[in-house]
């Protein structure tokens, strides 16, 4: 059961860069969020999507975007990547139901930009 | 949507119960309580949540306050291993549309077990 994967694990880029970080889960959820986590600091939500078709912007979304490709992959793409987005980012995924459930996170794609 | 507070940092010793507080005075009567965990170097992961009652799993036990502006998550014993940040976040529930999909954690509260 592989739960929620992102990748790539590590990478370096330029400023100016453009890349794609990939997440995807196993688990049939419906919910899937993009966050970053900066040195000693809490989570901050990028993007969210409610469901396959849908995404919503968080508390720092400028300067990316997000593709909801099908109920699997949520992506998070950086166009020109800045120093300022030198960060660990966390994908995770739930599924949204009547009840309250558990959020599921991927291990964190951690992104150094120079 | 409704915040929380929580300490910046606590320290506690080895083998000996942890409470953990967290304040959420503004809460609605229908948002649930849930408690994440981020170990060093991995993603969160989900601990326990609860709405009026208290409620114990294998990794802890949330007592909520008669009305429901603070709680706190209990480590019975706590080790080294349970080092980690801990977040309090509140869910609002039923889920009964899309936008209530958000998800947001503020800095959570720092623990360090003392061997």
């Known amino acids: 059961n592989a739960g929620v994967t992102q990748t790539p694990k590590f990478q370096v880029l330029k400023t100016g860069q453009s890349m794609t970080l990939q997440c995807a889960q196993d688990?049939?959820?419906?919910?899937m969020y993009w966050y970053r986590q900066d040195p000693g600091m809490g989570l901050r939500l990028i993007y969210y999507s409610a469901s396959e078709g849908t995404t919503d912007k968080g508390e720092v979304p400028n300067g990316y975007n997000v593709s909801r490709l099908n109920k699997r992959e949520f992506s998070l793409r950086l166009e020109s990547a800045a120093p300022s987005q030198t960060s660990v980012y966390f994908c995770a995924s739930r599924a949204p139901t009547g009840m309250n459930t558990e959020a599921f996170f991927g291990q964190g794609t951690r992104l150094t930009v120079v | 949507d409704a915040k929380t507070t929580q300490p910046n940092s606590m320290e506690s010793n080895e083998e000996e119960p942890v409470h953990l507080p967290c304040n959420h005075s503004t809460i609605s009567g229908t948002d649930y309580i849930h408690w994440y965990r981020q170990l060093p170097s991995q993603g969160p992961e989900y601990v326990i949540h609860?709405?009026?009652s208290n409620v114990n799993n294998r990794m802890a036990s949330l007592a909520i306050a008669e009305d429901r502006k603070s709680s706190t998550l209990i480590l019975h014993r706590a080790t080294l291993r349970d080092a980690a940040v801990y977040y309090c976040?509140?869910?609002?529930?039923?889920?009964?549309?899309?936008?209530?999909?958000?998800?947001?954690f503020g800095t959570g509260t720092r623990l360090t077990i003392i061997p």
């Open positions: 609860g709405l009026t």
């Open positions: 976040i509140l869910r609002p529930g039923p889920i009964s549309n899309f936008g209530n999909e958000k998800l947001t």
């Open positions: 688990m049939n959820h419906n919910s």
